[in-house]
């Protein structure tokens, strides 16, 4: 599935989506709402604070990098910012990301990374996982322009908006390392588990 298939995808009912177990790290939300307000102007911060409810107060304009939040309430934001901010165009979420961690990069550190190119960053994904996620696990195979991450053991890694974010953010790293994607999907592998895989020019 692509990124244009992943957006089309059935919404979860909110009962199901709120018992999905796992937390996330909030350094994954990093300055969401300075982003948003960025790129869509301050109304779509105001959209998805609309669409989360009562779950608002959750979620800080700048959450705690370390703190855990619940992965549901990523999963709610991530579906706001598609469907009520960026019209259901899963590439305007490519633009945020890209702007986030263009804006997040020091000008230098921006120069090394373009250097090293995309595998230096996806060898560390799967040591990444456990720091940003509390369930599941991740482990990639990779070539010189290819990478394929498996993904196991958790109930997240079944719905649509997080294989899409992952894509995502996928396509932003990409661009901001100056490199074409040629393959990005997403291939579920059972009710807990997720292929990803990532090829570039």
Do not use: I
């Amino acid at each position: 599935m692509t990124l244009d298939d992943l957006a089309l995808s059935e919404r979860w009912p909110a009962d199901r989506l709120a018992g999905l177990p796992g937390r996330v790290r909030g350094v994954v939300l990093r300055d969401w709402a300075r982003n948003v307000s960025h790129r869509f102007g301050p109304s779509a911060v105001d959209a998805v604070r609309a669409a989360l409810g009562t779950d608002s107060p959750a979620l800080a304009d700048q959450p705690d990098p370390e703190a855990w939040l619940p992965v549901p309430l990523l999963l709610r934001t991530a579906d706001a910012l598609l469907h009520d901010v960026a019209g259901g165009d899963p590439h305007r979420l490519v633009d945020l990301l890209h702007d986030a961690t263009a804006a997040a990069s020091p000008r230098v550190a921006t120069w090394l990374a373009r250097r090293l190119g995309p595998t230096a960053f996806f060898k560390k994904a799967p040591d990444a996982h456990p720091h940003l996620y509390d369930v599941g696990t991740v482990t990639a195979s990779h070539t010189r322009d290819s990478v394929t991450f498996h993904c196991a053991g958790a109930a997240l890694f079944a719905h649509p908006t997080w294989a899409l974010l992952q894509l995502a953010a996928l396509s932003a790293l990409l661009r901001f390392l100056q490199r074409t994607p040629t393959r990005l999907t997403a291939t579920p592998a059972g009710p807990d588990a997720l292929t990803l895989t990532v090829a570039w020019r």
